[in-house]
């Protein structure tokens, strides 16, 4: 809890003693009839109070003489909670989670309209929630009714994102701490797939595999769909259907990661379905290992977001015109993007509570300098799907990824998922062992 109390109190410093911050939880989604979805709280409520239940929203109010953590939540109800498990309720929202007052989520309208009361902004993200985005502008109204008794309206309603996000970005020792725990679970996953692949087996028993290691390690839940895709499936970027039959002779591209406390991991590994790589299957393999090699080597403080993309880009072209799959002057192609057509992504992304986290990109019109307590990932891949026109036959239906979660750090990085082997050595290595 002294975490998420100091998060609150940052954010509030920031705020200022004139402002109120709203910030509702995710609601509860049905898949189909009377079956809901497992239930996960959203990131930026659950950053900064540690409370998983649904129907929740948090309060923020600088300066206010009785507290200014307030926490809306459900009522105590023994009968409902024979069915579905204990609820906190208010007390407990006081009593565990530190709130300095806490109301039931049912007397949200009668109490929140006076607590905007005589404050000048509103920190609240519109757009997050269809059903708080009607209900400010109508408690706005309500106080704006009370003007002739000298009550003041907010005038300003200003997207609490803008503070939090930029929060989020920079992770604590003890937030580092869970994802270094999320990455070695998951890097067990992967390790166990590579270890019962054999040809003639499911994608979707691999998966299985992979969920077994999450939950017997404590992740309930994945941080995203696994995608388990052999052959031609490793040539669509976001394939999740799992379905299909390993085929003796294909690569397996593995996508996934676990979610602990919150935090995901994103590890992506390709391995030939029977242990051995063919030599074309090898040559795209290692190419893209060095781009991503290159590009973990510019994650550093004092380089901006795109270096490694760059580089990897700059080690990709060079190896597709070796291969000949790429024809023409390097920087030309670079400059056309001609890599494009095997290479369609961005080398990685922000990682945290989201599997694609929270943080600006670009300050300004600039890309953003690395900093140490960022998380990224680092993923280049080449792609090269059956029926590439002017790609001889050899290489259709390879389809390479390789993705780890990297940590920057005062003097480098930090890869946290280097539990994995990667190269064609190690990985033969442990699949024929």
Same mark, same amino acid.
């Given at each position: 809890?002294?975490?998420?109390?100091?998060?609150?109190?940052?954010?509030?410093?920031?705020?200022?003693?004139?402002?109120?911050?709203?910030?509702?939880?995710?609601?509860?989604?049905?898949?189909?009839?009377?079956?809901?979805?497992?239930?996960?709280?959203?990131?930026?409520?659950?950053?900064?109070?540690?409370?998983?239940?649904?129907?929740?929203?948090?309060?923020?109010?600088?300066?206010?003489?009785?507290?200014?953590?307030?926490?809306?939540?459900?009522?105590?109800?023994?009968?409902?909670?024979?069915?579905?498990?204990?609820?906190?309720?208010?007390?407990?929202?006081?009593?565990?989670?530190?709130?300095?007052?806490?109301?039931?989520?049912?007397?949200?309208?009668?109490?929140?309209?006076?607590?905007?009361?005589?404050?000048?902004?509103?920190?609240?993200?519109?757009?997050?929630?269809?059903?708080?985005?009607?209900?400010?502008?109508?408690?706005?109204?309500?106080?704006?009714?009370?003007?002739?008794?000298?009550?003041?309206?907010?005038?300003?309603?200003?997207?609490?994102?803008?503070?939090?996000?930029?929060?989020?970005?920079?992770?604590?020792?003890?937030?580092?701490?869970?994802?270094?725990?999320?990455?070695?679970?998951?890097?067990?996953?992967?390790?166990?797939?590579?270890?019962?692949?054999?040809?003639?087996?499911?994608?979707?028993?691999?998966?299985?595999?992979?969920?077994?290691?999450?939950?017997?390690?404590?992740?309930? *839940?994945? &941080?995203?769909?696994?995608?388990?895709?052999? $052959?031609?499936?490793?040539?669509? @970027?976001?394939?999740? #259907?799992? /379905?299909?039959?390993?085929?003796?002779?294909?690569?397996?591209?593995?996508?996934?990661?676990?979610?602990?406390?919150?935090?995901?991991?994103?590890?992506?590994?390709?391995?030939?379905?029977?242990?051995?790589?063919?030599?074309?299957?090898?040559?795209?393999?290692?190419?893209?290992?060095?781009?991503?090699?290159?590009?973990?080597?510019?994650?550093?403080?004092?380089?901006?977001?795109?270096?490694? *993309?760059? &580089?990897?880009?700059?080690?990709?072209?060079? $190896?597709?015109?070796?291969?000949? @799959?790429?024809?023409? #002057?390097? /920087?030309?192609?670079?400059?056309?993007?001609?890599?494009?057509?095997?290479?369609?992504?961005?080398?990685?992304?922000?990682?945290?509570?989201?599997?694609?986290?929270?943080?600006?990109?670009?300050?300004?019109?600039?890309?953003?300098?690395?900093?140490?307590?960022?998380?990224?990932?680092?993923?280049?891949?080449?792609?090269?799907?059956?029926?590439?026109?002017?790609?001889?036959?050899?290489?259709?239906?390879?389809?390479?990824?390789?993705?780890?979660?990297?940590?920057?750090?005062?003097?480098?990085?930090?890869?946290?998922?280097?539990?994995?082997?990667?190269?064609?050595?190690?990985?033969?290595?442990?699949?024929?062992?």
């Amino acid at each position: 809890m002294k975490e998420f109390a100091r998060r609150r109190k940052r954010l509030m410093h920031m705020m200022g003693r004139d402002g109120i911050a709203i910030l509702p939880t995710m609601p509860v989604a049905t898949r189909n009839r009377d079956i809901e979805y497992p239930y996960r709280p959203d990131s930026d409520f659950y950053y900064l109070t540690g409370f998983s239940e649904p129907q929740a929203v948090l309060v923020l109010i600088p300066g206010r003489p009785q507290g200014s953590y307030i926490l809306f939540c459900q009522a105590r109800d023994p009968e409902l909670e024979l069915w579905t498990g204990p609820r906190h309720g208010p007390e407990g929202a006081k009593t565990v989670f530190g709130a300095d007052d806490a109301f039931p989520i049912s007397d949200i309208d009668e109490i929140l309209p006076g607590l905007l009361e005589n404050r000048e902004k509103v920190y609240y993200t519109m757009g997050g929630s269809p059903e708080y985005d009607q209900k400010i502008p109508e408690w706005l109204k309500q106080i704006r009714q009370k003007s002739r008794a000298g009550v003041h309206v907010p005038g300003e309603i200003v997207s609490l994102e803008h503070l939090l996000h930029e929060m989020r970005l920079f992770k604590s020792r003890k937030e580092i701490t869970l994802m270094r725990r999320a990455a070695k679970i998951s890097a067990q996953a992967h390790v166990r797939a590579m270890q019962v692949c054999r040809p003639g087996m499911w994608e979707y028993e691999i998966e299985a595999e992979l969920l077994h290691v999450f939950m017997r390690n404590g992740c309930r *839940h994945t &941080a995203y769909p696994p995608i388990v895709g052999g $052959g031609a499936n490793a040539c669509v @970027l976001h394939y999740t #259907d799992n /379905r299909a039959q390993l085929q003796d002779g294909d690569l397996l591209l593995i996508d996934a990661g676990a979610e602990l406390e919150c935090y995901a991991a994103d590890i992506t590994r390709t391995f030939p379905v029977n242990g051995r790589f063919s030599e074309p299957q090898r040559l795209i393999y290692e190419l893209v290992l060095e781009a991503q090699l290159a590009a973990i080597d510019k994650i550093r403080p004092g380089n901006h977001w795109m270096d490694p *993309h760059q &580089a990897a880009v700059r080690v990709l072209t060079r $190896g597709l015109r070796k291969l000949g @799959l790429l024809r023409g #002057d390097q /920087r030309t192609l670079i400059k056309k993007g001609a890599y494009r057509r095997f290479f369609m992504h961005r080398t990685g992304h922000w990682l945290g509570m989201d599997v694609h986290d929270v943080g600006d990109y670009k300050v300004g019109e600039t890309w953003r300098m690395l900093e140490p307590g960022m998380v990224m990932t680092v993923e280049p891949g080449l792609y090269i799907p059956a029926g590439s026109k002017g790609v001889a036959k050899k290489w259709w239906n390879i389809g390479v990824r390789i993705e780890d979660d990297v940590l920057v750090t005062r003097h480098g990085c930090d890869v946290l998922s280097k539990d994995v082997p990667k190269s064609v050595e190690e990985i033969e290595a442990l699949m024929n062992g």
